[in-house]
């Protein structure tokens, strides 16, 4: 082997030895406060293509937002993911994306599933929980869903992440409707639904985020008299004040609302009329007009709930996957408590923007400040935060005495920028804090930390404050463990670059001609027969594209590192799986694959 390739093996292992090394370079967290400034109202709305996916990188100057109709002024932007993003066109499915960014941080959705359960005759109810079973393929650890049958039915289940539990709530729910209902009947019904929906949304006051609202109904009633001109409203009158009140709750609920129907409901409503008194047309009974009223008081969507029913929500799913917060410059005399005219308006064709009609900004004490944040209170936050682009991976190293360590590479996008603090934690799949690091030096490239974990797999957080005091947050998911091979056991897949000073560890790649690739090989005996090779593909079980050869270097009792070179710059932009190969005499395989995303520059 020679001497350069020995100085390569010698430099990973060192930069291993750095991120594994007792301590972990971990250091206290920070309790000063990462930011101070007076609170500025918060206007949410979602921004979507003609398709329904979530538009990507809005900046405030492409954003109007308008407040009784005069303009404010923005002073921050900030989009925030509830749900992963799908995988960019031309990524094959099967590799698992090379790092974790922001984009990747999922806040999470609630979803409320509510079921204008009067409306529907007796049967309906398979193809609402279709509907449902549909919504729930989406749905991932992070949203939670509550159903409620109005107005009668109640609850049926809290906000919960079990989808099992969803759907038995939903097979809970029972149609109480009749085919047999006059335009009187329509509107009683109508009245009581919405003073029930009223209800439902003020208890869910004073969010901190969004509410889905996925609302089930096959017809409503439009404003009405219910009787001739020349006598008193009768019984069956519908004000448009009754939809006007669920326009204020629904703003101070922070909800958006789909309105769900069934696909034929415009043919069927020819079938409602009634003359009252025999003097002919006192209002309509289409039991259209009153979902129409209703998507328009809420700012609402209609989707048709066809009679598949399972793709009747995969719009919801789509478009409730990310919004927008803008924050408002305040303002002296800010009015609070008290619903106003909202209008949003993004300055980019080709953009559909969803928003409330109106708006109630929450009462706060005068001067209140903006929450004194932490990066300890960060790490353990579910919230996305954008303004510091990150790549951040993990993977997996033994130590001497058999313990497992996490070793942490955190990149900022944006070369030049500068960290003034980074931390990172692992999370466990009942939502536990398992390990905690904090950098010591946040402006050392790269940037690595280490944290000592069982075998699982976890949820990687990784937040940066950067010198102006912007923060950034990235989430990767972590297989901590060993892959087993006959008596030995291989880490994580590692890749970097040749540098002069050595190998720097890193997550994508561009223009340079070669990769370093590397991997540990723990156990067995000193001069134990075996084999090792890299190998470039497409697909994480795909056909290698080109097989490459491996230097073997001894750093320990039990510790082999794995050294090889990839050549990338003939390749054309996209992911491909790097593997490393080893197999034993008697034939015995296995094997470690990392994921190598070149990018065009």
Do not use: C
Not at 171 to 183: I, Y
Not at 200 to 216: E, K, N, W
Not at 413 to 418: G, I, K
Not at 513 to 533: E, V, W
Request: charged share 20%; hydrophobic share 45%; no cysteine.
């Amino acid at each position: 082997m020679s001497s350069r390739r020995h100085e390569h093996v010698a430099i990973v292992a060192a930069l291993v030895a750095l991120a594994i090394g007792r301590g972990g370079g971990a250091a206290a967290p920070q309790t000063r406060p990462a930011g101070e400034r007076p609170v500025g109202p918060i206007v949410d709305f979602v921004a979507v293509q003609a398709d329904g996916t979530p538009v990507l990188g809005l900046q405030p100057a492409e954003v109007e937002v308008r407040i009784n109709g005069r303009v404010r002024t923005l002073r921050s932007l900030r989009r925030v993911a509830t749900s992963p993003p799908p995988l960019a066109p031309g990524v094959p499915s099967g590799l698992p994306p090379p790092f974790g960014t922001n984009d990747s941080v999922a806040a999470g959705r609630n979803i409320a599933f509510v079921i204008d359960q009067e409306s529907f005759a007796t049967g309906s109810e398979p193809l609402l929980l279709s509907a449902v079973d549909g919504l729930l393929t989406a749905f991932t650890p992070a949203d939670r869903a509550l159903v409620v049958a109005l107005p009668f039915g109640g609850v049926r289940t809290d906000f919960t992440s079990d989808a099992a539990l969803i759907r038995r709530a939903m097979a809970g729910v029972t149609a109480q409707g009749t085919r047999m209902e006059t335009g009187s009947d329509l509107a009683y019904r109508t009245r009581r639904f919405l003073e029930a929906l009223e209800g439902f949304l003020q208890g869910q006051s004073g969010r901190s985020s969004p509410l889905t609202v996925v609302l089930f109904t096959a017809g409503l009633a439009a404003p009405r008299r219910d009787a001739s001109m020349l006598r008193g409203p009768g019984p069956g009158e519908l004000l448009v004040d009754d939809f006007k009140r669920i326009t204020v709750a629904a703003g101070t609920a922070r909800a958006n609302v789909f309105v769900v129907l069934p696909d034929d409901l415009g043919r069927a409503g020819e079938r409602w009329s009634e003359s009252i008194g025999g003097v002919g047309f006192v209002g309509s009974d289409n039991p259209l007009e009153g979902i129409e009223h209703l998507t328009g008081s809420t700012g609402g969507v209609r989707l048709p709930l066809d009679a598949k029913g399972t793709g009747a929500l995969l719009r919801v799913a789509s478009e409730s996957s990310a919004y927008y917060e803008a924050e408002l410059v305040p303002e002296r005399d800010e009015v609070l408590g008290r619903s106003r005219i909202l209008a949003v308006r993004v300055l980019r064709s080709g953009v559909t923007v969803r928003a409330r009609p109106e708006i109630t900004f929450a009462k706060q004490p005068r001067g209140a400040l903006a929450p004194r944040l932490a990066l300890s209170d960060l790490l353990v936050s579910r919230e996305a935060y954008a303004d510091v682009p990150l790549r951040v991976g993990g993977f997996t190293v033994r130590e001497p005495d058999g313990r497992l360590r996490v070793g942490v590479v955190v990149e900022p996008v944006d070369p030049a920028a500068t960290l003034d603090s980074v931390g990172a934690v692992l999370v466990d799949g009942n939502g536990q804090v398992a390990a905690r690091w904090f950098a010591v030096d946040a402006l050392k490239r790269p940037l690595l930390g280490a944290m000592a974990a069982p075998a699982g797999t976890y949820r990687l957080r990784v937040v940066a404050i950067d010198s102006a005091r912007r923060f950034g947050a990235a989430e990767d998911v972590v297989h901590v463990g060993l892959t087993p091979i006959g008596p030995l056991s291989l880490g994580s897949m590692m890749l970097g670059l040749s540098r002069e000073e050595g190998v720097e560890l890193r997550l994508q790649f561009g223009a340079e001609p070669t990769a370093i690739a590397s991997f540990d090989i723990y156990g067995g005996a000193a001069g134990m027969p075996l084999s090792a090779a890299l190998e470039l593909a497409r697909e994480p079980d795909g056909p290698a594209i080109g097989s490459l050869p491996v230097s073997l270097a001894r750093a320990g009792e039990s510790r082999v590192v794995a050294t090889g070179v990839v050549p990338i710059g003939a390749l054309p932009p996209g992911d491909y799986a790097v593997r490393g190969v080893v197999r034993l005499e008697d034939g015995t395989t296995g094997r470690v694959s990392r994921t190598l995303r070149k990018v065009a520059r």
